[in-house]
């Protein structure tokens, strides 16, 4: 609630709220052993070119509540706009409002892929309770990341927040109890988000993200509305944020370990090392794949057409040097190129689909 916030400390100094003082995770940006990744910090190279945002209710728990700034009375929330997440950080009130429960998707020029260390950081204009250096007013949201726009898989994320008793509209809490949620830092001071988190997960190519989605958490701790981390606590943070303003504010989403988007079809991308059986192959069929053997274990698996769009992804287990999978029946005719990645290494070759 960036307006809301300006006057938020001298609210809480008062509020007199304790909290067991051991540390579980990151502590706040700038402290000793924070994980944070600062505005400024030649780890970002490159900043979110593009969002489209979901806007959340006033009050999930009650949608008739609305809420009049200027001109404009609605139910959800409206402040900021869907440009000023795109670029760096550029202040604590030039944000994006998404309210209970709403949700925006930014994407980038570039792909982000699995590197070394943290692979993208989302900001958000959390801000330092003046009575305590240890506690913060946060508004926390999940991530989510897609390889293809439709399909997005969450981080796992940790909340040790107490969730017997509602956080009020102001009151704070210890970054040190949370984990992998959006939110836990002040402003210009990003969450970090590892992709090498997901590599179990299906459906998601992690070295070709092109999306990223931040979802409210609503901080209610009511089981109707409660949203739940993944180790099945409910995520209390303050509760409810009843203005234009209200919910997680998105300052900006910067990517780390990014490469350009497209792989062309060019023979001197491949090896004979790498053999395919049959290519051509028809949709559906199952096709296996000959492997050198460095290449054992689970091995990703990722097919892109003559432009260089992602079209499909899967995780196999090579056996006996060789990886076996059936083709899609939905993948369109065509010359399409097909990479297999393990443990660092990377291997290419064509494959032609034919009816």
Known sequence: MPLTK??????????????????????????????????????????????????????????????????????RVFYGEEASVIGEPKGSTDVLSLGDGGSATV????????????????????????????????????????SDGSSFV??????????????????????????????????????????????????????????????DVVGSIAPSHAAYDSKGNAINDP?????????????????????????????NLFTNEMQVFPNPTNRGSEISISLPEAYDGIVSVSMFDLLGKYVDYRQIDVIEGVAKFRMSSKIQNGIYLLRIKSKGLSIKSKLIIID
């Open 107 to 146: 994407s980038f020029d570039k792909l982000i892929f699995n590197g070394d260390g943290a692979d993208f950081v989302v900001f958000e204009n959390a801000m330092q309770n003046g009575a305590n250096a240890h506690l913060y007013f946060s508004e926390l949201a999940f991530v989510e990341v897609s």
């Open 239 to 267: 509760y409810p944020t009843p203005f234009w303003s209200g919910g997680f504010d998105l300052q900006a989403v910067g990517a780390i370990n990014i490469k350009d988007k497209g792989l062309s079809i060019d023979n």
């Open 6 to 75: 300006l006057y938020i400390a001298l609210i809480i100094i008062t509020l007199g709220m304790h909290f067991p003082a051991y540390t579980q995770y990151s502590p706040a940006g700038g402290q000793d052993g924070s994980d944070a990744i600062y505005k400024t910090d030649s780890l970002i190279k490159a900043w979110a070119t593009g969002c489209k945002a979901k806007r959340g209710f006033i009050d999930i728990a009650d949608t008739s509540i609305t809420y009049t700034q200027g001109l404009i009375t609605s139910n």
């Open 154 to 215: 969450r981080f796992p994320s940790v909340s040790l927040t107490q969730n017997t008793t509602q956080l009020g509209t102001f009151e704070p809490t210890d970054p040190t109890k949370i984990y992998n949620l959006a939110g836990k830092y002040t402003s210009d001071y990003g969450s970090p988000f590892d992709l090498n988190e997901l590599k179990d997960s299906a459906g998601i190519d992690i070295n070709n993200i092109t999306y990223i989605r931040v979802v």
